[in-house]
Each structure stands twice: as structure tokens, then as C-alpha cells.
């Protein structure tokens, strides 16, 4: 099966504090890829990061930062300092290696409210 | 920065109505989807296409057609639309295989 669970619906955090966001995934390709999107209220979807199964180093992109760790499957996110202006819906999607169109799996999506 | 279009970005239409929401990319990505979304709430793939003359159902069935003639254009039509319809339309395009996917601004649909 292929799957990317988000359990965390919705948070909510006052600015600067950290706040990190879950995603869980399922899979039985050795070969995958992984990726974050925002989609602020505007509703574009912004690429954030892709990250492959074969890297496992976290990733950092000045006040965000990404933990890929396979032994439990998860690829968390986490913002430092939050600021109003990261409130947005942040999702969490899957590629895996078996369809060669390119189908996304995405989780159903964490809505973040940064609160001044 | 994605170069990928959606128009119109917003519309509100009657029952009936025959639409069609365009999207286009610049980049001469082959793959291309279509997405329907309620506001914040998941993304169900409706349409995608591999390349010219190519296109193919997703997972969620769509009462939409769409067409893709040439590269850079995936235009998706409603016959006749219904208020069921309303939703938020959001297109995408891929480079290749496990590629990220660039996504246009969406369209926000109201069928009244």
C-alpha cells in the first residue's frame, strides 16, 4: 500500500515558538521520493522540499529544517521561530517508484495558525 | 519559480453551464495533472497526461473532460456544470519520473 498519513489536523502556536509537523508514510518501493508543499490562503501549493529514499541527511533552509528517518518512516518538518506569516496548510506527499506517471500521494494536509 | 498557469482564478457560474478552465506551463513538461480540492482539505488527482494525445482518468472520477493537444496547454471542461462541482481546480506539471510537481495558483469554482 501506499500511504501518507498527517495525523496532526490542525495546530496552533504563537509566534516564535517551534513547532514541528508530522507525516508518516507507507510504502514498499525502496525507491521513493518525498516531498513538503505549502499551500497559504491564496491556495497555490509552494514546493518546498524533495527529498530521496537514499538521503538520509536532515536538511536545513534557514528557519526550516527536515528529519528523514527511515527506520520509522517519517519525514518530519519542523519551523523554527515561527512568524504569522507561516500559517498555511503544509502537506506531505509521496512518489513512489512503481507508476512511471509520476502519481503523488498525498496526506490530507496540517493547517498551521500563527498566532501574533 | 514554476512557470504554470490557471485561468480564470476565480468563477462563479449558473447550473448548466458549460466551462472550461485553462491551465498552461512554459517549462515543456510532458506530465501533467488535475487536481480537485476543497479549500485546505485534500488533493484528489482527477485527470493527468503523459504527453500529447495522451490523457488518462485518476483516482477520484470527475464528470470533467480534458484534452491535451499540445505540450504546454491541459485545458479541463464541465459539459454542464452542477453545484457538486464546486471546488478548487488545481493544475501541476512534471519534468519526469518521481520529478517535483509545479503547481498553478488554482481555480476557485462556485456553480450556483
Known amino acids: 500500500a501506499q500511504k501518507v498519513t498527517q495525523a496532526q489536523t490542525e495546530i496552533s502556536v504563537v509566534e516564535k515558538e517551534d513547532v514541528t509537523l508530522d507525516c508518516v508514510y507507507e510504502?514498499?518501493?525502496?525507491?521513493?521520493?518525498l516531498f513538503w508543499y505549502k499551500q497559504p490562503p491564496s491556495g497555490e501549493l509552494v514546493f518546498l522540499i524533495r527529498?530521496?529514499?537514499?538521503?538520509?541527511q536532515n536538511e536545513i533552509s534557514g528557519r526550516y529544517s527536515w528529519n528523514f528517518q527511515k527506520s520509522t518512516s517519517s519525514f518530519n518538518f519542523t519551523i523554527t521561530a515561527s512568524q504569522v506569516v507561516d500559517s498555511a496548510v503544509y502537506f506531505c506527499?509521496?512518489?513512489?517508484?512503481?507508476?512511471?506517471?509520476?502519481?503523488?500521494?498525498f496526506g490530507s494536509g496540517t493547517k498551521l495558525n500563527v498566532k501574533p | 519559480e514554476a512557470d504554470i498557469y490557471q485561468t480564470p482564478r476565480y468563477l462563479v457560474i449558473g447550473t448548466g453551464k458549460k466551462i472550461t478552465l485553462e491551465c498552461s506551463q512554459t517549462m515543456g513538461h510532458d506530465k501533467m495533472y488535475w487536481y480537485q480540492q476543497d479549500p485546505g482539505m485534500e488533493l484528489h488527482l482527477i485527470h493527468y497526461?503523459?504527453?500529447?494525445?495522451?490523457?488518462e482518468k485518476g483516482d477520484l472520477s470527475s464528470e470533467s473532460t480534458v484534452s491535451r493537444i499540445r505540450t504546454e496547454h491541459f485545458p479541463l471542461t464541465l459539459e454542464s456544470a452542477r453545484p457538486s462541482h464546486t471546488s478548487q481546480y488545481l493544475c501541476?506539471?512534471?519534468?519526469?519520473?518521481?520529478?517535483?510537481?509545479?503547481f498553478g495558483p488554482g481555480t476557485r469554482l462556485l456553480v450556483l
Open positions: 501541476a506539471s512534471t519534468k519526469a519520473t518521481q520529478e517535483t510537481q509545479y
Open positions: 510504502t514498499r518501493d525502496t525507491t521513493y521520493y
Open positions: 497526461s503523459y504527453g500529447v494525445n495522451s490523457t
Open positions: 527529498r530521496n529514499s537514499f538521503d538520509e
Open positions: 506527499a509521496l512518489s513512489p517508484s512503481t507508476y512511471n506517471f509520476n502519481k503523488f500521494y
